[in-house]
């Protein structure tokens, strides 16, 4: 039904890290595993969710054993030690995540604390809930080659992990914002207007006047409605949109840096080391070939 080493590959070489919800995350891995049987006691520093997607076994999490069976979602949290077994074998999806402190706002560290402190581990029957639904999005399948944009994978997958923070510590999910619904509108023309003028050199006072609202309005409706400044959206766009060019085309870096509308290469590298942890340079050189 679904090709899943070009699924992980594909997922590999393009979602190295996400945005969501406060929290700016590496994921160590997209992972799957068909047939799964046993592996040793061990434990890991980072989050890990898994999937069943078929077969039957048992998960132990600090000397408590839980049932595995398709549709189960579990959690190993950093510094427990666990286990799976499965005498006919599992077909396995799993995802690891790390937080990245530095880049997240105080909110999702909080979210991303109790996610890997969070008292549940498994979820039985979880096949009908979003998050295993925005799962299988990701996925390819057998019958046809195509799967969501390659640039949307990414806020697809922000919206995986969100779906299972809230799955797995309710309490850590975001409030909804607290935004006029004719504000959000006006939020959403603004960042439109952004992605579509990436190539030149806007400012807040530019967006806000095609907006015909202030400066203080539109950083205040930015800040309201989805808790990031102006500034940091738009590096962020930038920064994201550049990333994707290193990764998918060979056109050198001060031509990238010109096409996202950074005013020179030094400026581009640093916003891009900023946001990316390292400079486009290296992450051209790091970055796996883009999938078929």
């Known amino acids: 039904m679904y ?119 498994c979820v039985s029957d979880a096949d009908a809930s979003a998050a295993a639904a925005l799962w299988r999005a990701l996925l390819l399948h057998e019958e046809t080659r195509q799967t969501l944009p390659v640039e949307q994978l990414a806020q697809a997958a922000g919206l995986l992990i969100a779906a299972l923070v809230h799955l797995f510590s309710p309490d850590a999910a975001p409030p909804p914002p607290r935004v006029r619904s004719g504000s959000v509108h006006l939020l959403e023309r603004a960042k439109r207007y952004i992605r579509d003028n990436l190539d030149t050199g806007l400012t807040l006072q530019e967006v806000a006047d095609y907006l015909h609202v202030s400066p203080r309005h539109l950083s205040r409706l930015f800040g309201e409605g989805i808790h990031e400044s102006f500034g940091r959206f738009l590096r962020r766009e930038r920064v994201g949109v550049a990333a994707r060019l290193l990764r998918q085309s060979e056109q050198p870096i001060p031509e990238i840096a010109e096409r996202c509308g950074f005013g020179s290469v030094h400026a581009f590298t640093r916003a891009f080391t900023r946001e990316r942890g390292q400079s486009p340079a290296r992450y051209r050189r790091g970055a796996a070939p883009l999938q078929p």
Request: charged share 25%; net charge negative; proline share 4%.
């Open 3 to 121: 090709r899943w080493k070009e699924s992980a590959a594909l997922l590999n070489g393009q979602v190295a890290e996400v945005q969501t919800a406060g929290m700016a995350l590496r994921i160590h891995g997209w992972g799957v595993d068909a047939p799964h049987y046993d592996n040793p006691v061990h434990k890991h520093s980072f989050v890990e969710i898994c999937y069943v997607m078929a077969g039957e076994g048992s998960y132990t999490d600090q000397g408590t054993d839980y049932p595995l069976e398709a549709g189960t979602l579990f959690c190993s949290r950093p510094g427990a030690t666990h286990q799976i077994r499965s005498r006919s074998g599992l077909t396995l999806l799993h995802l690891s995540l790390e937080l990245d402190e530095r880049r997240s706002l105080p909110e999702g560290i909080e979210r991303y604390r109790r996610l890997a402190e969070t008292s549940t581990i």
